[in-house]
């Protein structure tokens, strides 16, 4: 794997245990948006995707969307 990429994951890995010490779940939160906001149906456009973690739980909901983000580098590609 991409070590700029195991980079990132470790980064966000230690923000979610942070968040966690604090008592806030990240991934919690995003399914909770899903819930409140439900139900989705019809074309969904995610924009400013950053690195894609909440389109990652659109999609384990079963979701089909179209998402974009206007920084490579956020998303971890390299020009």
Known sequence: ????VLENHKS????KELFNSFGFDI???RE???????PLFGKILEAGTG???FAITLAKA????TTFDIS???QGFQA
Do not use: C, P, S, W
Request: glycine content about 10%.
């Open 32 to 38: 909770l948006i899903l819930v409140q906001t439900g």
């Open 12 to 15: 966000y890995l230690a923000r």
């Open 51 to 53: 690195k894609g973690h």
């Open 27 to 29: 991934d919690r939160e």
């Open 1 to 4: 794997m991409d070590n700029d």
């Open 72 to 74: 490579t580098q956020e």
């Open 62 to 65: 079963g979701y089909k969307f």
